[in-house]
């Protein structure tokens, strides 16, 4: 069906006025000391603006600001955003061999994978022995913490057609609540950890957080500590570079489109025949672990064939944040307040349950599961598992400012293993759905399990270890 030019003028304004919001909130980020010290993002600030001008809040006095239509609008960018950002996870990196991987990110994917899992054990568990016979919420409900928490708000925006197909159509505005209070508890208990860390002399590299510099804390670079974006790979005058990778992110997401279709195809008309009720999985599954899994093969291919030479990594990196500001600021202003608050009491909970496991796993397991400057890897897992990787490192690069400690480097590897099935990847996509179609035991059980294998595989490549004093 074509698409009227109206419409795509009434987008394009959309688009600008959450453009508006994001400048908004930077300004207030620059100017109000209180935000800076939580190193609040820009597009958390202005996304909370838009939720305030929103129908929930300012239209419940009467006074309309922000029209129904265009929170309409908002609302469906980020299930399409998140397929941008996926698509640029792997562009541009040298993918390394799996002894590489393993012998440099084998801690922390041990140790990420039980954090994780361990979402969706809290989370489910918790549903099974109160809130399901409580609150009547379904066992699925319990996903809602490692899909806001670790998998962010395009994950939860995603997913909303797969909560739909399930009959549980407030889960992707739940999810986005709980991405959102994931974000806020990254900084927030972030930060609170780090000062904690570096006063007991747990941190390597920093002794005290007034070391920070004030380009971080208000997020402004003066003119002698600007760093190049990114760099021209080809000739402009050929085809612009910032095009070109453009290109590649589109052709990822193509390709992981084409894998999905088919994949759909073969669940409707073969697949369905296993499983129990003869549901169909991945009717509803969405698309952007594909598109990553699109930008990995062409990355592969592009290695292969000598074309990975042309590839820059930041000009990703700069795509990548773009979709992802967008997509943040966009989610937050069209969260529906309405859901959220009609399920407050089994989210709260939920919600409490899970950021007392993760800071737990920070403080109690990491020592006791990671290598030298183990505070600097539990922190930047940390931020990933509540908020996103951006998040993760923004806080090591808080605790560790050159990077000098491996935690960087075994993070990004872990990453490599860690990305496509979890924090957004295919288990994060078909968690609730695996929950419907084979039971809940049967589910359960098998995440259980696999922590079990994860932590064996730790204690006997002698990863496991009393913490040091």
Known sequence: MAIS????????????????LLLLGKLIRAKVVFLQKLFLPASIIGGFIGLILGPYIIGKTGVTIIPTEMLQTWGALPGRLINIVFACLFLGFAIPSIKTIWKEGGPQLCYGWLVGMGQYMIGVGICIIFLTPVFGVPHFFGCLLEIGFSGGHGTAAGMREAFKDLGFAAGSDLGLMSATIGVISAVVFGMIMVNMAARRG?????????????????????????????????APDALEPFAFHGAIVGLAILIGWYI???????SANYLVNFTPNNVDLFRSFPLFPLAMMGGLLIQIFSDKIGLAKYYDRKTF???????????????????????????????TILMVVGLVWVIFATW?????????????????EYGMQTGVTALGLLLLRVADPKFETPAAKSFGFKQIVYEP?????FITAAAPLLIVSF???????????????????????????????
């Open 5 to 20: 030019g109206d419409t795509l003028t009434q987008l394009m304004i959309n688009i600008c006025w959450l453009s508006v």
């Open 202 to 234: 747990y941190t390597k590299v920093i002794k005290s957080p007034d070391e920070l510099s004030l380009e971080k804390i208000s997020g402004l670079l003066p003119e002698d500590k600007r760093e190049h974006g990114s760099i021209m790979t080809i």
């Open 260 to 266: 999905l279709s088919g994949i759909k195809f073969m």
């Open 317 to 347: 990196d700069r795509i990548l944040g773009l979709a992802l500001d967008f997509l943040v600021i966009s989610a937050i202003s069209a969260i529906k307040l309405d859901v959220v608050i009609k399920f407050w009491q089994p989210f």
């Open 364 to 380: 109690f397991i990491a020592p006791r599961m990671l290598p030298d400057a183990w505070f600097e890897r539990a922190i930047t």
């Open 421 to 425: 099935m979890m924090g957004g990847g």
């Open 439 to 469: 039971g809940i035991s049967t589910t359960y059980i098998v995440g259980a399990a696999s922590i079990l294998v994860f932590l064996g595989i730790a204690h006997f490549s002698g990863w496991i270890h009393k913490p040091k004093r």
